[in-house]
């Protein structure tokens, strides 16, 4: 599976984006998907995750800010992120878990995309 993501940029405090990330491949094999971030000098934070039955969750710092869905028609999955902060600023990398087998599942990573909040 591969995963490519869009839709990064640069913003002012407060300004939105809508973040991309489209799967393909062998996407048959996709459960849930998400948006992970690293920030200069940070560890990876998990940002926002989605089930295959669509049931979401966020790190605390992002609620409502941010919301995440996915199109499983398109194989692709969303994050929305409004409200944007200085410290929101990093590469927005996203992610698929791939049920490969009944008891194995391995992890599809996307090269990211930069998200820079600065006035």
Do not use: H
Request: charged residues 20%; proline residues 2%.
């Amino acid at each position: 599976v591969q995963l490519v993501e869009s839709g990064g940029g640069l913003v002012q405090p407060g300004g939105s984006l809508r973040l991309s990330c489209v799967a393909s491949g062998r996407t048959y094999l996709i459960t849930d998907m998400g948006w992970y971030r690293q920030a200069p000098g940070k560890e990876r934070e998990l940002v926002a995750i989605i089930t295959s039955g669509g049931s979401t969750s966020y790190e605390d710092s992002v609620k409502g800010r941010f919301t995440i869905s996915r199109d499983n028609a398109k194989n692709t999955v969303y994050l929305q992120v409004n409200s944007l902060k200085l410290e929101d600023t990093a590469v927005y990398s996203c992610y698929a878990k791939l049920q490969v087998s009944i008891e194995a599942t391995v992890d599809a990573w996307g090269q990211g995309t930069q998200v820079t909040v600065s006035s």
